[in-house]
């Protein structure tokens, strides 16, 4: 059975720091790309991350760059969201998915076979 469980997810005060997991199973990992997305009510889901499982290579969406950090422990099959500097407008659910390795860098949500059921993350400013 194929599972993301996203775990990290809490309360913050604007400008602290929350590090986000998920972790895959069911799945070939290492041919995957893992993107982290996240979604606030009334709004379309909204790609914030994703990393490539063979080569590491990430993608940032411009309004995380400088702030989050996505990296991935292949022998744990986990890839951890590092989110810092975290504001108001960061407050979403948010989601880790799977997709082909062709597709790391979209935030396309369709290009993204599996999803987690999500953590919240709330900022106080």
């Known amino acids: 059975e194929v599972q993301l469980v996203e775990s990290g997810g809490g309360l913050v005060q604007a400008g602290g720091s929350l590090r986000l997991s998920c972790a895959a199973s069911g799945f070939n990992f290492d041919v995957y790309a893992i993107g982290w997305f996240r979604q606030v009510p009334g709004k379309e889901r909204e790609g914030v991350s994703s990393?490539?499982?063979?080569?590491?290579?990430?993608y940032y969406a411009d309004p995380v760059k400088g702030r989050f950090t996505i990296s991935s422990d292949n022998h744990k099959n986990t890839v951890y969201l590092q989110m810092n500097n975290l504001k108001p407008e960061d407050a979403a659910v948010y989601y880790c998915?799977?997709?082909?390795?062709?597709?790391?860098?979209?935030?396309?949500?369709?290009?993204?076979?599996?999803w987690g059921q999500g953590t919240q993350v709330t900022v106080s400013s």
């Open positions: 998915a799977a997709g082909g390795l062709y597709y790391a860098g979209s935030y396309y949500p369709g290009h993204y076979d599996y």
């Open positions: 990393i490539s499982s063979t080569d590491n290579r990430t």
